[in-house]
C-alpha cells in the first residue's frame, strides 16, 4: 500500500523528487566533504542557484515548446552568442554615443530582435523546404557560429556598462534580476502553452502532425511562430547575461544546445513530441544546475564531474521509466 | 586558510591538466592551505558561478584562469566587495579589471608570440632565406585569449625582424593535433613552396610537422609555442626547430605562491610574470623534457 | 538534345539527389581551383575523411535503426589514448586487441542501454559523451599520449601506403563494402531496416528489437575502434580531446547522405558520398582560401540545399506542401 | 417528385499519385437529406475521392461544386467553411489531448487575445458527448480512451459545424454494436436536418440498412449509382467486382484432428482470467466480444509478447513456454495483429520485404537473403489473395487500407503455421476480398491449421467458425458448439447477462 503511494508520488513528479534527493545528498556529504563552513542549502546559495540556472533555463523553456511541437533547435547556444554580440556592439557603438544609458533599451531591442530574426530564419527554411528542424539546426548551428565569427573576427567583443551590470546584480524581494527573468518567462510560457490556441496547437501538432494537418491546423506558421519564440528567449537570455559579464567570447554558448536539451528531457518531455511540461522543465534545469553546483561543493575533480553527471543522466533516464512501467504483463514491445 | 580556484578548461589540453595536478598536489604539501578546485569547462557562465559560489562559501582568496578576460570583471568586482582578494592566473584580465584584483600571475603571451617570430626570422637568416621565405601559420582555437594573443604578437613582430618573410595563409588548428595535420594537408598541395610554419602550440605544430613527412615534404622549419614533449622529441630528432618553454608547473606553484604572498600581506608585483623561453635545437639541452 | 521536364529533373533528383549534388560541388571547385582535383589532393582528402568515415559507416547503422550515437567523437578519444598508452606497455599487437575489447564493451554497454533496458538514445549517448570524457581523462590523467618509438611497424594503419594507396583509405573502403553489404544483403541488415521503421511491427514479427539495436551499437564501437585505431596510428601521439566534437561532423555526413533520423532509411553508400562531399567541401574552401568562418556559413549552406534537394526529388515537389 | 438540387457535385475528378491513377473522371452528387453510400474494393479510391472533397487533396482535373458553385478547396479549414465535414478511415487524433480539444481540433473558440475559453469549449463539447451518449466527458484524455471510444471522438467532430455534407470513412471498423446504433441515430438526425451524407463501408448489412442511394467505384473509375431500395447485395457486389460472389459456406466435411492448442487456467495481470479452451487441428474457433473483452490480450499471450500470470498453455499435448514471438514462431504459432499499421507493418518498407519479415533468417542463400525466393514468395500471395499493388517495390504505406491487411495475412500465412491466430482479420476489407479471406481461413483449417479467429463482427464469427468462445470482461462466458449458437444467446453471452460459465 505504502510503496503505492511512492510510487504514484515519484510519477506524479519526478524530477522535483530528484532535486530533494540532490538537496539531501549535497547536503549530508557536503558536510563531510566541503571545505566550507556555509551550509549547502544555505538561503543565499538557492538563490544564487535559481540565478545560475537562468542563462540555461530561459532558452530551455523555448527548447521546451519547440520539442512538444515535434522540432528540436540545435542552433541556440550559436543564436546566444549573436545576440550578445549585437547587444555589446550596439552599446559600444559611435552612432549611439549621444544617448548615454538610453543606448541600453536600444541594444536590447537590437540583441532580441536579430535572436527573433534568426530563430525565423530556422523556422522559415524547415517550414518552406521541409528539411526536418533536426537537420535545419545542426546546419544553422555551424552557420550561425559562423556568422558570429564573421561579425568580430576571432576576439571577444566587450562593452562593460556599470549601470547595466549594478541592474544585472540587483536583487529585489531577495531574488536576483536574472531570476527574475527566469521566473517571468516560466510564468509567460506556461500560460502560453496551457492557455492559448497557440499552446494547444503546438501539443496537437508535436503529437499527431498528420491529425492537425487533417483538422486544417497551419503547421507552417506555428512551427515558425516557435521558433521566433525559441530565437527570442535565447536572445533574451543572452541579453540578461551578458548585462552582467558584458563580453562575448566567439565560441560563447557552444554545447548550450545539449544541456538544455537535456533538461528538457530530464523534466519529462517526449523526444518524439506532443507532451511535456513547462514547470517540470524548470525541474530539469534545476536538478542539472543543482548537480553542477553540488558536485563543485564536495570537491569532485574534472574527470568525475564528467562522469558522475553522465551516469546521472542515464540513472535518472532508467528509474523514470521504472516507475512508469506497469508491470510484468506489460506488451512488450 | 582557504584558497578557491576556477580553471579555464582542464580535460582540454594536457597543459591545464598538468596545472590541474600540480596546483593541488602544492596546495596539498603546505599544511596551511585548503584548497576548493573548481574547474569551469571552458564556459564563462559557469565561472561566473563558480566565482559566486566561492565567495557564498566565503574562501579567502580566489585564484581565477579566466574563460574570458572581460566578462569575469563584474564577477571579480564582487568578490572584491565581499573582501575577498583575486589573483588572475595564467591569461589576464581586461584592464577594467585590474582595480578589483590583487595581482597577476603568468606567461606573457604576446612577448611569447613575439620570441616565436625572432626564432623563426633567426633561423631564416642563418639560412640565408630571409628575403624570400614563405611561412604559414596555424593558429589556436578560435576566440580564444591564448591564442589571440600569441597570433598577435607573431604577426606584428615578424615584419620588424623580417620584413621580406611574408605570411602566406593563416587557418586555425583548434590547438587539436589531427586538425592542424589537416589544414597542413592543404597547404602542402595548394603551396609549393613553405619554408616555415608557425603554430600556436606543440600539439599543432607536430600534427603540421606529421603532414609534412607524409607529403615528403623536407627542408620546412617548424616553430611552436607552449613545448610540448612530443615537439621536445621532435625538436631531438632534428625534426621540428623551435619553440617557447612554458612548465604548467610553475605557472601553477606561482599562481598558488602569489595568492598565499597576498594572503600574508607580502608585497608582490602587480604584474606577476614567469619566464618563458626561447628553446631551440641550439640550446635544447640546457632544459629537461617537458612532463605534459 | 538532352531535354529533361522539371518533373523529370525532380525525379531524378529523389533517387539521386545527393549524388547529383556531390557532382556539382565538385566541378565548381574544380573549376575555381585547379590544384582541388589532383591526385594528391584527391588521396590526401579520402585519407584525412577515412577517420570521420569509418565512424560515419556505424553511425549509418545506428541511425537506420531508429536511434542516435553522440557518444562516437568522446569514445573514440579513449580508443586513441587506450591504444597509445598500451602500446608502449604491452606492445602495439596486444595493445590493438585490448583497444578494441574496450571499446566494444563501452559499445556494448550503450547497447545494452538502449537496446534492452529500452532508453532513450539521444540521452543516454549523451551521458556517455561525458562519462566516456571523464574516463579517459581519469585513465591518462589528462596527459598526452605519445608512443616513444617512432619507427613502430604500428604506423602501417594510418601512414603507410599499399600498391600507391593509402592504409587509412584502404580500411575504410574494405569496411564500407563490408558493412554496406551487411546492410543491405543480409538478414541482420533487413532486421535493422525493420527495427528503425517500425519497432513494435519488427517485434510482432519475431525480430528482437533489443538484439538488434545492441549489434547496431556493437558495429558502431568497433568502427569507433578502427578509427582510433588509424588515429592513433596516424600521429602516434594524441591529446585526450582528439575526438571531441566528431560527433556532429559524423552524424551531418549521415544525413547529408540521405539516412533518416527517424529511422529506416539510408545507406552505407549514401554515407560514404555523404562522407566525401563533407571531406570536399571543407578542402575545396581551404583551397579557396576562404576564412574558416566562411566555411562554416557555406556548409552551412550547402548540407540544407543537399537535404533539400534530396527530398524535394522524393516527394516530386520543391516546396513543402504544409501549410 | 422533383429532384432537390444536389448540396456537393463532383465533376470528372482525376487524382493521380506516382505510379497510381487512384481516380480516372469520377462524377458524383450527393442531395441534401440523403445517405449516400459509397462501395468498392480495396484502393477503388473511395478515400482518395473524399480527401479530394474534404480539401485534403487537389484534384489534378474535374470540378467540386457545392450548392452550384465551383469551389477550390485548399486544406481542411475551407473545406469545414463550405460545410463538409469528413471523419477519418484512420484515427486521426492527437492523443495526449483531452476529448474537447480533440473534437474542436483546429477551431477552438477563443475569448480574445487568442486565449482559449475552456467554459465554452468543455460544455459545446460534452453537449456533444450527451447525444452520442458515450461514457466519459470532454476533459477525458483520449489516450485513455478504447479504440471505439476514441472513434466516437470522431465522429464527435461531426456534430460540431452546421454541416452541409458529412463524410464518414468506414466509421464502424472499430464500434460495438450499442455504439453504431447510436452513430445511426446520428445518421438519421443529420439525414432529418437535410444535410447530406456520405458513408463508406464494406459491411453489406449496413449499408441496406440507412443508406439510400449506392454509388460504386472500381480502380478509379465510377460504376454509376443506384437506389439502394432497387439492389441487393448480389447486385451491389456484381458492380464492385464485375462479377456474383458465391456467399455459403460449404459445410466443413474434413474430419477435426488431434487437440493442437490447449489453454488451462490462463490468466493476464488485469487483461484476463481463468481462460481454458481448445483448439482442435482442422477446428476454426471463433472469439467473440466486446472491444476491451481481453481477447486481443490471450492472443498476444499465446505469441509471447505478454507475460501470462498463471495458468498454462499446451501444444499438442505438451506445456509451452512462449517467452517471445520468435519462440511462438518456431513453434508453428502465427498472429495477425489487430492494428496494421501499428503492428503489422513497417509503412517505408516495401511490399515484399513486410511479406518476408518473420522468415527472413530462413530464407538465405549463404550469408544473404535470397530475394528470389522472397519474390517468389511475394508474387504467390500477391495473386491468391488478389493484392492490388504495382510491384513489390511499392511502399507499403502508398497502398490502400485493405490492401495493406492483406499484406499482414500473406505476410503470417507464409509462415506455414500449424496455429494461426487472426485479430480482426477483415477490418477494413471489402466484400470480395473478405469472402476470400473466409474461404481461406476454412480452407486452412481443412488442411489441418488449428485457427483462431477474433472479431468484433458478429456475421463474421458465426459464418466462419466451427466453435465460439463468448468473452466478457476477461472471462469466458460461454462456448458455443456448432450449431447451438443463436444470435440472441452469442449477445446474451458477451454482455455478461447471463451466468458466467
Ligand atoms: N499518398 C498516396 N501515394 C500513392 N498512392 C496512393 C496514395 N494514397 C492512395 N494511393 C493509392 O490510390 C489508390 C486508391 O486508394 P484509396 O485509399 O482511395 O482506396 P479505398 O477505396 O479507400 O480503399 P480501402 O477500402 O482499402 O480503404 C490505391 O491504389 C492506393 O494505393
Ligand atoms: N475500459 C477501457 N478503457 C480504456 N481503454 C480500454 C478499455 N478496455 C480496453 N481498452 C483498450 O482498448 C484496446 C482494445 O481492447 P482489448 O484489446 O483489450 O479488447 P479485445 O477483446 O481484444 O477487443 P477488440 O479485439 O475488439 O479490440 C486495448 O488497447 C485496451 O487497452
Ligand atoms: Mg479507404
Ligand atoms: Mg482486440
Redesign the pocket.
Known sequence: MKSINVKVLLKASPIWIFILFELVFFSVAGSYLSLSDKAFMDVDNMLLLLKQSAPIGIIAMGMAIIMINGNIDLSVGATFAIAAIVLLETMSSPMFEGLGDWVIPIAWGAALLVGTLLGAINGLIAWKTGVDAFIVTLGSMLGFRGLVFMFNGENPTSHLNWTLVDFAEAQFLGLHTATWFLLVVTAAIWYLMNRTVHGRNAYAIGNNREAAVNAGIRVGPHMMINFMLIGFLAALSAVVFYSESGSVNPNDGQLYELWIITAVVLGGTKLTGGSGSILSTLGGVIAIQLLRKGLGHIGADTSTVNLVIGSILILVLFLDRQINIKGREELKV | MTIGITQNNVGVDSYQTTYDKAFTEAARANPNIDAVVLDAGGDVARQIAQVEDLIQQGVDAIIIWPTNGEAVVPAVRKAKRAGIPVIVTNSNISKAGFDFISAFSGPDNVTQGKRSAEIMCDKFKSMGIASTAKVVHITGQPGYTTATERAEGFENRLPEVCPQVTVIDTQPGDWNREKSQQVMEAFLVKYDNIDGVYAGDDNMGVGALNAAKAAGRDGIIFVGATNFAVGYEAMAAGEYWGSIYQSPVDDAKAALQTAVDVLNGKDVPFLNYFDTPKITQDNMSNYTKPVF | MLRLSKDEAIRFLGKQGILAAFVIFMLVFALAEAKFISADNVLSVIRSSAIIGVMALGVTFVVVSGNLDLSIGSMMSFSTIVVLDLHDKIGPVLAILAMFSLTLLLGALIGFLVGYLRLNSLIVTLGMLSAIHGLTLTYSGGKNMDISDKSSWFSFFGQDSVMGIPVPILIFALLAALLGIILSKTPFGRKIYAVGGNGTAATFSGISRSKTVFFCYLISSFCVATAGLIQASRSLGSQNTVGQGLELEVLAAVILGGASLLGGAGTIAKTVVGVLMLGFIQNGLLLMGLQFYVQFVVTWVIIILAVWLDIAGKRGKLWSPLA | MNTPTPVLRLENIVKTFPGVRALDGVSLSVLPGEVHALMGENGAGKSTLMKVLGGIHQPDEGQVIVNERPVVMNGPLEAKALGIVFIHQELSLAEELSVAENVYLGELPTKGFGRVDWHELYQKTDAILAKLKVGFDAKTLVK????ANQQMVEIARALTVEAKVVIFDEPTA?LTDAEKRVLFDVISDLQANDVGVVYISHRMEEIFKITDRISVLRDGQYQGSVATKDTDEEGVTQMMIGRKLDLTRKESNHELGKIALEVRNLSSGK?FNDVSFQVRSGEVVGFY?L???????IAETLFGLRNKSSGEILLNGEVIDVKSPRDAIEKGISLVP?DRKGQGLVLGMNCRDNMTLPQVDDITAGPFVAEGAEIAIFDQYRDSLDIRTPGWKQDVGNLSGGNQQKIVIAKWLSMKPNVLIV??PTRGIDVGSKSEIHKLLRKLASKGLAVIV?S?EMPEVMHVSDRIVA?YSGRVTRTFECGEVTEDNLVQAISGVSKLA
Open positions: 485513455d480512451l478504447s479504440i472499430s487483461a466480444g472491444v476491451g473483452a481481453g481477447r486481443t490480450e489487430e485479430d480482426e477474433i468484433s468473452m
